[in-house]
C-alpha cells in the first residue's frame, strides 16, 4: 500500500470477500437482496463491526484511527464499492455526527462519544426538517431554558439512522430571535430521556439507498441537562457550518468507488455482449465513453484527495474548497453514471443477471447532488467568497505548500480549531497556479504548460468579472448568470488540482502527463479525446480491469477468487 492508501484497506478489502462470489454473505447477491427487501445488509453490518470500522471517524486521542482525511476516503471506498447502503447508513451518518462532537464538543462530550462508538454503537445527526430543507436558519425545533435544563420540543425528519442510534446530535433553536446566534447543538443520550418523552416518526421510503434506515423524532418537552449543549450557547449554526466543511469535502470523494463498480460492471457486460457481429466493446463511440468515464473518475478523486489533504494543510481556506469539492465531485460522479447508462441501454435498469448491481448503484447514487447539502447551496456558499478571492489571491496570492499535492507525503494532525466559516479570500490552490510556471517543466510537458498559461489567462479575466461583482448578486436572489460563475471556478479548480497532482506525482501512471490532458480536453469541450491520448487511457483501464485494480488514484488491488477471474 502507498501513503495515500492506509495498510488497514487491505485487511478490509479481504474482510468483505469476493463480491462475484455468490456464496459470500456480503457479495453482490446478497448486497442486492438486502436491497429488494429494503433492509440493511446484516452480514455486512456484523463484517464492518468485526473489522471496528467505527473507529475510522474517531481522533486518536480518543482511541480511534481518524489520523487522516485522505486516509478515511479510501476506507470508506472499500465499502461504498461494495454497497453504499453500508456506507452511508453503517459508517458515513456517525462520522457526520461525530465531527460535530469533535469541532465544538467538551472533552467529557467527545470522549463519551467516542466511546460509544468505538463500542459499535450509533450516533446521528438531527438537523434537517422538511419545511425548511437546507435553510437550517430557518430550524423551528426548540431548545428552551428551564433553569439549569433544557426543553426539547420539534420534529426532525429524514434522518439516517436516528431510531437505531443510541446519542443525537440536534440542531435546535435556543434564541427566539433571529440572527447567526439563534441555535445551539445539543447532544442527546437516548437512554437518558425519561418517559415516552421522544417518538419515533414512521421510516421515510426511498428509491435509492433503500436499507438506509431514514426515519424521524418528535420531541415533547424532553428536559436535558444544560450541559449538553456542544460549545457556547447560539454557536450552532457556526459548528455545523465548520463540521460541514469535513463532511461536504469527504463524503463526496468516497461515493467515487461507486463509479469504480459500476464502470467495472459496465466493461464486464460490454466485454459479453456480442453487437452487429463483434463484442460490443469493440465498437469505437463504446471504447470513446468508457475511457471519458475513467477520466472523469480520476479527475473526481483527484480534486476530491487534495481537498482532503486541505483539511490539513490550509484549513482556513477549507470553507471554500469544501463547497467546491462537493460541487464538483457529484456532478463528476452523477454525469458519469449517467453516460455508462446509456451504453447498457435496458440492462442499465434489471433487476436481475449479471448487470443487475448496475441499478441499484444508479439509484444509491443519486443523493450524493442533494444529500447532506445540496450542490445549488454550495454555489450559494461560493458566491459571496468570490470577490475577496478574486482581489486577494488569484494572481498575487501566497501558493498552497507542495505538500497538498504530492499525495505520497505525510501529513499534520487534523486541526478542528482552524476551521474558519470564511477563507478571508485565501486561495492557495488557485494561487498555485502562477507560482506553477514559474518552476522548471519537463520539455514532454509543453502541452500542459501551454495549458496551465490559458488557465492562468482565463483565471486573470475571471477575477475581472468577480472582483466587479455587485453585493446584491451574493446570495439566494442572485442570477443564473452570476451562479455560473460557481460552476466556472469549480472548473478551474479542478483542473489545477489535477495539473498538480500529476507534477507532484511518483506514482508511473499520475507522473504521466496523458491522464491530465484527457482531464483538461472533457473540462473545456465534450467532443471525443484525441486519438492517442484515448489509445493510452484505454489500454490503461482495460490493464486495470483484468488485473483487478481500481479505477481510481491509487489504482488499488481488489480482492477476487481466481475461479472468478476464468
Known amino acids: 500500500m502507498t501513503t495515500l492508501v492506509p495498510e488497514r484497506t487491505d485487511a478490509l478489502e479481504r474482510l468483505l470477500g469476493d463480491p462475484a462470489d455468490p456464496s459470500n454473505p456480503v457479495g453482490t447477491r446478497a448486497v442486492l437482496d438486502a436491497d429488494e427487501r429494503g433492509e440493511m445488509l446484516e452480514a455486512g453490518e456484523r463484517a464492518l463491526h468485526s473489522y471496528g470500522l467505527n473507529a475510522e471517524f474517531v481522533p486518536p486521542e480518543y482511541g480511534g484511527r481518524l489520523t487522516r482525511a485522505d486516509h478515511l476516503v479510501e476506507v470508506m471506498r472499500t465499502v461504498y464499492r461494495r454497497d453504499p447502503v453500508l456506507g452511508l447508513g453503517y459508517g458515513a451518518s456517525s462520522f457526520i455526527a461525530g465531527v460535530n462532537v469533535w469541532t465544538a464538543g467538551s472533552p467529557g462530550q467527545a470522549a463519551r462519544v467516542a466511546e460509544l462508538l468505538l463500542a459499535g454503537g450509533r450516533v446521528a445527526v438531527a438537523f434537517h426538517e422538511l419545511a425548511h430543507g437546507n435553510d437550517m436558519a430557518g430550524t423551528e425545533f426548540t431548545a428552551a431554558a428551564d433553569g439549569e435544563d433544557l426543553v426539547l420540543s420539534g420534529r426532525k425528519e429524514v434522518v439516517t439512522n436516528i431510531s437505531r442510534a443510541q446519542a443525537v446530535v440536534v440542531f435546535a433553536r435556543t434564541d427566539p430571535r433571529s440572527g447567526p446566534r439563534s441555535h445551539s447543538l445539543v447532544l442527546v443520550d437516548r437512554s437518558a430521556v425519561p418517559g415516552d418523552g421522544i417518538r419515533d416518526l414512521p421510516r421515510f421510503s426511498t428509491v435509492g439507498m433503500r436499507g438506509v434506515q431514514l426515519g424521524g423524532l418528535e420531541f415533547d418537552a424532553v428536559p436535558v441537562p ?245 453585493v446584491t448578486e451574493w446570495g439566494v436572489d442572485a442570477s443564473a448568470r452570476t451562479y455560473d460563475l460557481a460552476d466556472r471556478y469549480t472548473r478551474l479548480l479542478t483542473r489545477i488540482c489535477c495539473l498538480q497532482v500529476q507534477r507532484h506525482a511518483t506514482a508511473p501512471f499520475l507522473a504521466d502527463p496523458v491522464w491530465v490532458r484527457a482531464v483538461l480536453h472533457r473540462s473545456h469541450r465534450r467532443s471525443p479525446l484525441p486519438g492517442p491520448v484515448e489509445h493510452a487511457l484505454y489500454g490503461e483501464l482495460l490493464d486495470r480491469h483484468r488485473s483487478h485494480r481500481s479505477f481510481g488514484l491509487a489504482a488499488r488491488p481488489l480482492h477476487h477468487r481466481e475461479e472468478n477471474t476464468r
Do not use: N
Open 226 to 470: 444544560g450541559s449538553a449543549i456542544l460549545g457556547p450557547v447560539g454557536t450552532g449554526l457556526a459548528t455545523a457550518l465548520k463540521a460541514l466543511q469535513i463532511t461536504r469535502t469527504t463524503l463526496p470523494a468516497m461515493a467515487s468507488g461507486v463509479l469504480d463498480t459500476a464502470l467495472r460492471t459496465a466493461i464486464d457486460h460490454l466485454s459479453s455482449r456480442t453487437l452487429y457481429g463483434g463484442a460490443a466493446i469493440d465498437i469505437p463511440h463504446v471504447r470513446s465513453v468508457l475511457v471519458d468515464v475513467f477520466a472523469d473518475l480520476l479527475q473526481a478523486e483527484a480534486v476530491g484527495v487534495v481537498g482532503a489533504r486541505a483539511l490539513h494543510l490550509v484549513p482556513e481556506a477549507v470553507s471554500v474548497y469544501s463547497a467546491a469539492v462537493k460541487y464538483a465531485v457529484s456532478k463528476l460522479l452523477l454525469d458519469a453514471m449517467d453516460r455508462l447508462a446509456e451504453l447498457l441501454g435496458a440492462h442499465f435498469y434489471l433487476r436481475e443477471g449479471p448487470s443487475a448491481i448496475f441499478q441499484k448503484l444508479l439509484r444509491d447514487l443519486a443523493p450524493v447532488g442533494f444529500g447532506h447539502i445540496a450542490r445549488a447551496a454550495c454555489q450559494m456558499s461560493l458566491l459571496p467568497q468570490l470577490p475577496l478571492l478574486a482581489r486577494r489571491s488569484w494572481t498575487a496570492g501566497a501558493p498552497a505548500p507542495a505538500e497538498l499535492f504530492a499525495l505520497d507525503t505525510d501529513l499534520p494532525p487534523l486541526r478542528y480549531d482552524r476551521l474558519a466559516l470564511h477563507a478571508g479570500g485565501h486561495d492557495p490552490i488557485a494561487a498555485s497556479l502562477a507560482a506553477a510556471l514559474d518552476e522548471p517543466w519537463d520539455g514532454a510537458d509543453r502541452e500542459l504548460r501551454a495549458a496551465a498559461v490559458s488557465d492562468l489567462t482565463e483565471l486573470t479575466e475571471f477575477a475581472g468579472a468577480c472582483t466587479t461583482l455587485p
